[in-house]
C-alpha cells in the first residue's frame, strides 16, 4: 500500500514511518520541517500548500492517507486559536477532499481524548457526549465531525483515532518523561507540579503506530471514532517510580501543583476498536518507558 503521511517528522509520524516500512507498504511523508535532521525521505510541504499537497496524492498514486500533521497538542499555539482551527480544521477537510476525488481507500484522522473534556463517567466510550475545553480540542471535534461526514455523504472510507497522552522519542512538546530523560542525562532533578489524585493515561507512540496500521489493514470501518490508550491509569506517584525503576540515578521530585492539561478522565474504554479491527495494547508503561529510554541511550539525545 502506497500511505501519505502528514506531520511525518513529528512524534506520531516517524513512528508511523518506520512502521508502515518495516511492514512492506510505500512511505510518502510529509512536514514543514524536518527538524535539522537533513531528512532525505521526508517531503518538506505546509499544509495549506494544497496544489504541493495534491501533485504528491496524484504522482505518488497513494491509496491511504494517514493525516497527523497540523497542531499537536493543546498547549500550541493556545495564544492563536485562529490559527489552530485553520491547520487543523481546513487541512482536514482538504486532504479528506482529496480521498473523495481521487478514491483513496481510507483515511485516517489523529484526533485526541481532549475532545471529551471534563468527565465524571468511570469508562469513557466512544458514545459519549463531546466536551471540549480548548480551541485544539474543538479542533479536533471538528475535524471527527468531517470524518464523519464525508464516510456517510461520500462513502470515504475514513476513522479518527482518539489518542491519549502519547510519548516517545521525537516528542518535542511538554512532556514529564522525556524530561526525565533529559534531566538525567546531566544529573539535574526533575521537578513535577502536580494533583497525587489526577489520573494519567500515558499511551506509547508504539501502540499509536500498531493501532493505526490495524485500522489500516482491516476490511472495513464500522465506526467513525475509536479510543486508542494504554489500558493503564496511573498516579504521578506510580509514574515517578516506574522512571526511577527505568533510569538509573533519576532523581523525580513531586510538588503540589496543576497539571498543564488539567482535565479529569478516569479510564478509557478500548472494546471498539479491538472488535472492529482486532487491536489491543502491547506497551504498558513500564515497557514502553523503557524502550524509550533504550532509545534515547542509543542515539545519545532525546528529541532527535
Known amino acids: ?71 499537536s497538542g493543546p498547549l500550541m499555539q493556545r495564544e492563536f486559536p485562529r490559527t489552530v482551527v485553520r491547520l ?35 469508562i469513557i466510550s466512544e458514545e459519549d457526549a463531546l466536551h471540549p475545553g480548548t480551541t485544539y480540542a474543538a479542533s479536533k471535534m471538528a475535524g471527527e465531525a468531517l470524518v464523519e461526514s464525508f464516510a456517510r455523504e461520500f462513502g470515504v472510507s475514513a476513522a479518527a483515532l482518539r489518542l491519549t497522552r502519547v510519548y516517545g522519542p521525537h516528542r518535542r512538546s511538554n512532556c514529564f518523561l522525556r524530561q526525565a530523560i533529559e534531566d538525567s542525562f546531566v544529573g539535574r532533578t526533575t521537578i513535577i507540579p502536580c494533583d497525587p489524585r489526577f489520573p494519567y493515561h500515558f499511551l506509547s507512540v508504539e501502540d499509536v503506530a500498531g493501532a493505526t496500521l490495524a485500522a489500516l489493514a482491516a476490511e472495513r470501518l464500522d465506526h467513525a471514532t475509536y479510543n486508542v490508550g ?16 527505568v533510569v538509573p540515578g533519576a532523581r523525580i521530585e513531586l510538588v503540589e501543583g496543576r497539571d498543564p492539561a488539567p482535565e479529569v478522565q478516569s479510564n478509557f474504554s478500548l472494546h471498539r476498536l479491538a472488535e472492529d479491527v482486532g487491536w489491543r495494547p502491547q506497551y504498558p508503561l513500564v515497557d514502553g518507558f523503557a524502550d524509550y529510554y533504550r532509545r534515547a541511550l542509543s542515539d545519545g539525545k532525546v528529541m532527535q
Open 88 to 122: 487543523n480544521v481546513n487541512a482536514t477537510a482538504f486532504l479528506l477532499d482529496l480521498a473523495r476525488r481521487h478514491g483513496i481507500g481510507r483515511f485516517m484522522l489523529m484526533s485526541s481524548h481532549v475532545v471529551y473534556g471534563q468527565s465524571d463517567k468511570a
Open 230 to 245: 494504554s489500558g493503564e491509569v496511573l498516579t504521578m506517584d506510580a509514574v515517578r517510580n516506574i522512571i526511577l525503576a
Open 1 to 71: 500500500m502506497k500511505v501519505l503521511v502528514t506531520g511525518g517528522a513529528g512524534l506520531v509520524g516517524m513512528a508511523l514511518r518506520r512502521h508502515l516500512q518495516a511492514a512492506g507498504h510505500s512511505v510518502l511523508a510529509t512536514d514543514i520541517t524536518d527538524f535539522s535532521r537533513h531528512d532525505p525521505d521526508l517531503v518538506l510541504a505546509d499544509l495549506d500548500d494544497h496544489t504541493r499537497l495534491e501533485q504528491m496524492v496524484v504522482e505518488g498514486e497513494v491509496q491511504a492517507i494517514v493525516h497527523s500533521g497540523g497542531i
